[in-house]
Structures are given as structure tokens and as C-alpha cells.
């Protein structure tokens, strides 16, 4: 537990699964932590390469994207809370224990195993 990691705008990886049975997936990952880059997150895109993760984060919207999004709400722990599909023009309720959320393009989070329980990691750098 101890102190918070505050994790700061740049790149790495997220890493999905490898507990039980050591296979795990490996995703590019764009971090946005500082406010201005969780105010813009995936707007504006037409496709995203792997995931974003806004972190501090409790909720998230698809107003003004031009495609549906798969959002994956954290807990502090990076445990997966719970995993959403968002058409564009929508407005996400927030989770009280989320402190990440974690945006892909809409069926990427299934093909990698990112489900409500599941432990993910992230890698900076």
C-alpha cells in the first residue's frame, strides 16, 4: 500500500493476466496523467493504437468521438471494477471505487482478457 504512484502523460505497456497460468497479453499503452491529457483522452481519434489510461479517473464520456469505445473502470490496486461498451454521444455514470479508467476501441478488451476481478498492470516507459 504506502504512498500513491502518480503516474505522468507519456507511453507503456498494460499488461493483462500471467498470475495462474503465466500467459499474459502486453498492450500499448498511452498514459494521461495530467488533466489536459485526460480532458482530450480519444477525442478526436478515428482508431487508437492498443489503450489509453486516465488516471486519476472515476468516469469518462464519448461526446464528440467518432467511435464506440470499450472503458474499463480500476481500482487503486489496477483490479478491473467493471468493463463497459460506449456508443459515441455518451455520458458515463461514475464509479465510486474507480481511480483509473482505461479506454480501448469497442471489443479490444475482450480480446485481451480485461474483465470485472481481473489484475492488470502498467508499465511506464
Known sequence: ???RRRLRDGSGLLVVGGEADGVSVR???EIAGSYRARTKGLLG???V???ILLSPANSVHTLRMRMPIDVAYLDRRFV???VRTMRAGRIGLPRLRSRHVLEA???AMAEWGVK???QVAVVEG
Open 1 to 3: 500500500m504506502g504512498r
Open 27 to 29: 498492450v500499448p499503452l
Open 45 to 47: 481519434r478515428d482508431s
Open 49 to 51: 493504437d492498443g489503450a
Open 80 to 82: 478491473v471494477i467493471a
Open 105 to 107: 476501441e469497442a471489443g
Open 116 to 118: 470485472a476481478g481481473v
